[in-house]
């Protein structure tokens, strides 16, 4: 009797994780397509305060960055169509939803009070659940004004008559869901924490909610959920180009840890969320399009209250596991003084108007070494957001015809392991992965 109990027990275990298995390999999504608005015309604006509130949803929506995921390469904005698709291409495909006023295909029928519940809760009136590719773990966080601001602001955009391709089988599986969120979504509104200042608070709202970085920036336990603990202190971001070919990228530790943002002061920070480039670092990569599409637009107080918050977060994740010992570190030193130093210097520490440090340099000591090894292979346009901000450096050249393998991860090493940066070991494989 109770081995058939038993029995029975392990056969709904086995189901209820296999219904998590599906519902895990659906959250980590892979942008298929180019969504890159190339929107680069600097808007001015005007304090938070004396916006009125369809200015002040506009201001908000940018700060999500909704019509970077809810635009298809060359459609109409807030249309929807964007594919996104899983690690396992078997899953198939999720598409973003028109989230125009439009009735019949968008939003336009939607009550303020059922599109404030999709952000907070993650609920659609119409099909019930919905994936976290849409960030509602973090739009939870968003004040009910703020929500509300949003949805006048996109009652006033163009309605689109529009319907994005049908999703794969595996995203009409909603139900799924229902578990993965029990254990890994809180829902909530985000709290102000009384000891900090109101433009620490501040920051930490927009970082955490809107701004949504530690979907990119935290990194993920095995069911593919966010790590609470370890939160923004740097992850592997899958980007999937317009060829299917997929790219990882290090999307960087952004707590104060040496190997993060240590060497960064609030100014770098806020400058290079405003316009892409600092003294410590420009960009490339994906933070182009959150810049281009997003951050480039934030008040002056805002972009300093983010810094603000970031730059007090307390070192995480600051040593790797897989130390250089100092014979591995040195057999990159020759390829460092024949191709890197004309820019880097010999003392990492970059020089005005040619390169950034590679010194304290967080791209440099990121736990995953993809991005570092990318930037070596394929270079840095500078600039790719926009036109390059006054006081930028040239490009970086690509050294992908220039290094073997080999060469290349022994460079990497000596960037890794000199002057004092604290970055883990590269071989020629993962240098191979992204070619
Ligand atoms: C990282 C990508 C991403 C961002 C950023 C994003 N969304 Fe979405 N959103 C999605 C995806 C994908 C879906 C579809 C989810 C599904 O079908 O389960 C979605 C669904 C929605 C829905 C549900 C619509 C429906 O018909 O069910 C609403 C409303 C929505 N998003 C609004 C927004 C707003 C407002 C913003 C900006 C504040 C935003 N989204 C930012 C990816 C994103
Ligand atoms: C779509 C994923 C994604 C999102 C969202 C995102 N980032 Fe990033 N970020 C990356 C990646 C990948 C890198 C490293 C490569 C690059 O610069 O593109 C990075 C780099 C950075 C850097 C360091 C640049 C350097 O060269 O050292 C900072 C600072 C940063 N992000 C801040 C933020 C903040 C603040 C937010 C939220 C407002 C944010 N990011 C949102 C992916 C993302
Ligand atoms: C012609 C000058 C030049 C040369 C040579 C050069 N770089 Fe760069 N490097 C740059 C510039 C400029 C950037 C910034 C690009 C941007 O942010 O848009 C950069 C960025 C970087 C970054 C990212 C820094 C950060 O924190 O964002 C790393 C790491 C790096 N280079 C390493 C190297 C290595 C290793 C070599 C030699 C194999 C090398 N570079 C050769 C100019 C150069």
């Keep these: 009797m109770s081995d058939v109990k038993t029995r029975r027990g392990r056969t709904r275990l086995l189901a209820i994780l296999a219904v998590a298995a599906v519902a895990m390999l659906c959250i980590r999504w892979l942008r298929k397509e180019d969504a890159s608005q190339g929107d680069a015309a600097v808007a001015e604006h005007e304090p938070a305060a004396a916006m009125d509130l369809v200015q002040r949803g506009e201001y908000l929506a940018r700060i999500g960055n909704c019509i970077s995921c809810h635009t298809r390469h060359g459609g109409e904005a807030f249309a929807g169509g964007m594919s996104f698709g899983a690690p396992y291409a078997s899953l198939g495909t999720l598409y973003s939803t028109n989230i125009t006023p439009d009735r019949t295909t968008g939003i336009g029928g939607w009550k303020e009070q059922q599109f404030v519940r999709a952000m907070h809760e993650g609920r659609a009136p119409d099909h019930g659940r919905l994936f976290p590719a849409f960030p509602?773990?973090?739009?939870?966080?968003?004040t009910d004004d703020d929500a509300k601001a949003i949805f006048a602001y996109l009652r006033t955009v163009k309605p689109v008559r529009y319907t994005p391709p049908a999703n794969s089988a595996a995203f009409t599986l909603r139900s799924g869901m229902a578990l993965w969120n029990a254990s890994f979504f809180k829902e909530g509104r985000f709290n102000p924490d009384t000891t900090q200042s109101a433009e620490w608070n501040?920051?930490?709202?927009?970082?955490?909610?809107l701004g949504h970085c530690g979907a990119c920036h935290t990194p993920r336990n095995v069911f593919l959920a966010e790590k609470a603990d370890a939160a923004l202190s740097g992850s592997t971001y899958p980007e999937s180009a317009a060829s299917g070919k997929r790219q990882n990228w290090a999307a960087v530790n952004l707590t104060s840890a040496s190997s993060g943002l240590g060497a960064w002061t609030v100014d770098d920070i806020k400058k290079y969320l405003k316009t892409g480039h600092s003294r410590r670092a420009g960009i490339f990569g994906p933070m182009n399009e959150v810049i281009a599409n997003s951050l480039q637009y934030l008040t002056d107080d805002d972009a300093k209250a983010m810094a603000v918050y970031l730059k007090s977060l307390p070192p995480l994740n600051e040593s790797p596991d897989n130390a250089i010992d100092?014979?591995?570190?040195q057999a990159g030193a020759p390829v460092y003084a024949e191709h890197c130093e004309k820019c880097h210097m010999s003392s990492g520490r970059g020089a005005f108007l040619k390169a950034p440090p590679v010194a304290g340099s967080a791209v440099a000591q990121a736990r995953d070494p993809a991005t570092l090894i990318t930037v070596i292979l394929h270079g840095a346009k500078v600039g790719a957001g926009g036109p390059a901000p006054?006081?930028?450096w040239e490009d970086m050249p690509s050294f992908?015809?220039?290094?073997?393998?080999?060469?290349?991860?022994a460079v990497s090493n000596y960037v890794r392991g000199t002057w004092g940066n604290r970055g883990g070991m590269v071989t020629a494989?993962?240098?191979?992965?992204?070619?």
Excluded: C, M, P, W
């Design 136 to 142: 509602y773990n973090y739009f939870s966080r968003v």
């Design 326 to 329: 100092s014979g591995h570190v």
């Design 400 to 409: 992908a015809d220039k290094l073997t393998d080999d060469q290349t991860a």
């Design 429 to 435: 494989q993962e240098v191979k992965n992204q070619r």
């Design 390 to 392: 006054f006081g930028a």
């Design 202 to 209: 501040r920051g930490a709202y927009l970082v955490n909610g």
